[in-house]
């Protein structure tokens, strides 16, 4: 069998050479290399400035060291609560007849937005030995709800009045808060650092509590008939236990709760929504907005009674005297 005898190396050498000198020349006629980059350009040089410069307040912050941190978006919040009777008073004069910042925020969070605050300067100077705790709750929410109704009345009739001062409420929101202990005794807010360690301590001693809320709301009668408004009342009633001493409740934690001062302006002296409801309370049978200081659910039941059903007889609802 012939075969073809193998090429010599220098032969073969010259043939490589040709092709690969001919590949090369027909590449780089398909695909000329790009030029080369101008002298004055360093592409690694990563200290240049951008094309743009940053804002204002970036290039000083940088100046200075100070590192900046992109914010994150912006979520959109829970849609708003559609209920006829807060649709109602979204549009109307709503009026809070307490000065309390949490009653407030827990109105705003349920969408009334737009209230007015006017605190009741009715001074709350019920005997609490001849009043029963639901009596003395009930009895100063609704003292409140009238003074402050009265006052909104009063500044109508003024000839200064504004032109908001001039529209009639849609409602007059009032509430009392109190403690009652397992003895019956009516608590209110600590007067000093020592009577709110004997207050606490009490209270941890006692085993359990019933936190008590007066809700009042007043509405103007449609009709105008007398007594010229609606008004009904509610007392909700919850009942909390607060931790034992073997339990981890000692003197010395108590003592370091009055330190905050957290519970200084309210009724027990603690707040169920802070520090308090995790180092005293135990557990909460009932509401725990009534705790906090507005049962907000009865709040609205009553605004609606006394907007959309003025007339009707509800068991179980308090009605004025007047009536």
Not at 69 to 94: D, E, M
Not at 135 to 163: G, I, N
Not at 175 to 197: C, F, M, S, W, Y
Not at 252 to 278: N, P
């Amino acid at each position: 069998m012939n075969l073809t005898p193998f090429r010599r190396p220098a032969t073969l050498l010259l043939y490589l050479s040709r092709h690969f000198t001919t590949t090369t020349t027909t590449c780089s006629l398909k695909h000329p290399p790009p030029p080369p980059f101008p002298s004055t350009i360093n592409a690694m040089d990563l200290t240049s400035p951008p094309p743009e410069e940053p804002p204002s307040y970036i290039a000083a912050a940088r100046s200075h060291g100070i590192p900046l941190r992109q914010s994150a978006p912006i979520k959109p919040g829970p849609l708003p609560l559609q209920l006829p009777i807060l649709n109602h008073l979204r549009t109307k004069r709503v009026i809070l007849a307490s000065a309390s910042p949490r009653r407030r925020a827990m109105l705003n969070q349920i969408g009334l937005t737009n209230l007015e605050v006017w605190p009741s300067n009715t001074p709350e100077d019920l005997d609490k030995k001849t009043h029963s705790p639901e009596e003395y709750v009930s009895a100063t929410a609704r003292a409140k709800c009238h003074a402050v109704y009265e006052a909104v009345l009063a500044a109508q009739a003024k000839p200064d009045a504004t032109k908001e001062h001039l529209e009639d409420p849609a409602v007059v929101i009032a509430a009392d808060t109190i403690i009652a202990t397992r003895a019956g005794q009516i608590l209110e807010k600590p007067k000093n650092e020592q009577d709110h360690v004997r207050m606490l301590t009490h209270l941890r001693d006692g085993r359990y509590h019933r936190v008590l809320t007066g809700v009042c709301v007043m509405a103007p009668k449609a009709d105008a008939s007398h007594p010229g408004y609606e008004i009904r009342g509610h007392v909700e009633d919850t009942k909390v236990y607060f931790a034992r001493e073997e339990d981890g409740l000692p003197d010395d934690v108590i003592e370091s709760y009055v330190r905050t001062r957290e519970g200084a302006d309210k009724a027990g002296g603690y707040a169920l929504q802070g520090v308090g409801g995790m180092v005293l309370v135990e557990k909460v049978e009932g509401s725990v907005d009534n705790v906090i200081g507005l049962p907000v659910r009865k709040c609205l039941q009553l605004c609606e009674r006394v907007v959309f059903r003025q007339g009707e007889e509800v068991e179980g609802e308090e009605e004025d005297e007047e009536e």
